[in-house]
């Protein structure tokens, strides 16, 4: 069954649910006259079922009596049949020409009557309302509705397909949502302390490589991946302004943890474990030389405090200063400038 033809049944049966309440409610007799009341009243008109309300004219004259002026007086008789044999529990006057009916005042018995009456006129119409409950449900079992709003980019089933019910075994199509994108990536366990949610992401597309976007941080997850060792954690960052990206497309995410403005920097090769510079012999941070440790020919330790790094340099907050002379290993890093004291042995000048 289609939705139209669900729909369609339930507006009948509501219609019709509501004419029957309708003539219930006004077939019941509380004591004042009311033509409506013999409104289920059918008399025989030449061999035809007809509505009383058709063959004559009913009034109110006064508040406890119904006249009814037959059009045909040939019909007395056969309307006085028809209300006796109806359930309205009145008996009918008439004198050759008009019938009338004498509504008696109500009695407690005829109360109790009228409860019972109003009451399957309720029942009714609470059926009615189960049934349109019921129907309502059935749509509901037809309507699939979108978790979001977006773009629909592809349709795994069309109109005609029978789809399973069961949750999650069918994928109907895919929306996207392209008023932001979104990308995760994995941050090692040894930097994931240092990403928190807000902060701004520099990235970049392999597809465009002539520009950046501006992305924000929006989640930490605090459940890692182990892989070979090394547990990783996803971040998940919102990227609003989106002009040229595409989802599915390889980008990479660059967030800053910490900056520093006008730093003195070295290479990060150039700090040795526990905190400690080579500086040549004339430098002037010599003079804060670590006496009792043995340096290279031509050079003296000195103790620093680092700020912050990246892959290629460290800040150093004291210890040197800008006109110092530093070395290290040049096999730490490629260069052509070397400082030889002349017994073999070698250091990066920078």
């Known amino acids: 069954m289609t939705i139209t033809e669900i729909q369609n049944n339930a507006k009948t ?33 030449y061999g035809t079922p007809t509505p009383l309300k058709n063959v004559a004219n009913i009034s109110a004259p006064e508040p406890r009596i119904l006249q009814i002026n037959p059009w045909d007086a040939k019909m007395v008789k056969d309307i006085s049949r028809a209300i006796q044999a109806s359930d309205l529990g009145l008996t009918p006057s008439n004198d050759g020409k008009v019938i009338r009916l004498m509504l008696p005042e109500l009695t407690e018995e005829r109360r109790k009557e009228l409860t019972k009456q109003v009451q399957n006129a309720s029942d009714n119409l609470r059926s ?10 059935q749509l509901n079992n037809y309507t699939i509705t979108s978790p979001i709003s977006g773009t629909v980019i592809s349709k795994e089933v069309k109109a005609g397909d029978t789809v399973s019910n069961t949750a999650g075994s069918t994928s109907l199509c895919t929306i996207y949502d392209l008023s932001y994108l979104q990308m995760t990536v994995n941050v090692d366990e040894l930097e ?13 597309a392999d597809a465009i490589s002539d520009r950046t976007f501006t992305g924000v941080v929006t989640s930490v997850s605090a459940a890692g991946t ?15 302004e989106t002009d040229g990206l595409r989802p599915g497309m390889n ?35 010599a003079s804060k030389a670590e006496q009792g440790m043995e340096a290279p020919e031509g050079f003296v330790y000195v103790a620093v405090k680092t700020g912050v790094s990246d892959d290629d340099y460290t800040q150093i907050v ?32 920078f």
């Not at 009615?128 to 449900?137: C, G, I, L, V, W």
């Not at 070979?228 to 919102?238: F, Q, S």
């Not at 210890?319 to 990066?348: A, F, H, K, L, R």
Request: aromatic share 4%.
């Open 128 to 137: 009615a309302q189960m049934s349109m409950e019921d129907t309502e449900d």
């Open 318 to 349: 004291s210890g040197i200063q800008e006109g110092d002379t530093i070395g290290y290993d040049p096999n730490s890093i490629s260069s052509d400038d070397y400082y030889d004291d002349g017994s073999g042995s070698s250091m990066m000048i």
């Open 13 to 45: 049966k509501m219609e019709k649910t509501k004419d029957v309440l309708r003539s219930d409610l006004m077939a019941i007799r509380a004591g004042r006259a009311n033509p409506q009341l013999l409104d289920r009243i059918t008399v025989d008109y």
């Open 226 to 240: 182990t892989t070979g060792g090394t547990t990783t954690y996803p971040v998940t960052i919102r990227i609003d």
């Open 251 to 285: 980008a990479n995410a660059e967030i800053v943890v910490a900056e520093a403005t006008n730093a003195l920097c070295v290479p990060n090769a150039a700090v040795m474990r526990g905190g400690y510079v080579l500086v040549t012999q004339d430098s002037p941070s």
């Open 192 to 204: 994931i302390l240092s990403i928190k949610e807000g902060q701004t992401v520099t990235i970049t």
